[in-house]
Nanobody, 113 residues
Framework: VQLQASGGGLVQPGGSLRLSCKAS????????VSWHRQAPGKQREMVAK???????DYADSVKGRFTISTDNARNTASLQMNSLKPDDTAVYFC????????WGQGTLVTVSS
């Protein structure tokens, strides 16, 4: 299974970005999909998760601003990030858990004016 994450970049505070994670070699239909992030000098933390049944969970720090979703037809998971803050600056990783534990390569999000 390979995961290809994309969509990171530089954005001003208050702006939006949409991250995508496409899976090849497996289907996400039965996967628990999550997004994690790691800021410099900090531990990796989960920011959003969605189960195969569509139940979502978010870190308190992103509730109301981030939305996780999946597109089974495209075998892709997304993370819509709105009202971005400088504290959201980190490398973001997608993770698929189904018959294994698979991580994407990470995409850098920088929130700065």
């Amino acid at each position: 299974v390979q995961l290809q994450a994309s969509g990171g970049g530089l954005v001003q505070p208050g702006g939006s970005l949409r991250l995508s994670c496409k899976a090849s070699g497996s289907t996400i239909r039965f996967s628990v999909v999550s997004w994690h992030r790691q800021a410099p000098g900090k531990q990796r933390e989960m920011v959003a998760k969605i189960t195969p049944g569509g139940v979502t969970d978010y870190a308190d720090s992103v509730k109301g601003r981030f939305t996780i979703s999946t597109d089974n037809a495209r075998n892709t998971a997304s993370l819509q990030m709105n009202s971005l803050k400088p504290d959201d600056t980190a490398v973001y990783f997608c993770r698929y858990q189904y018959r294994g534990d698979f991580w994407g390569q990470g995409t850098l999000v920088t929130v700065s004016s």
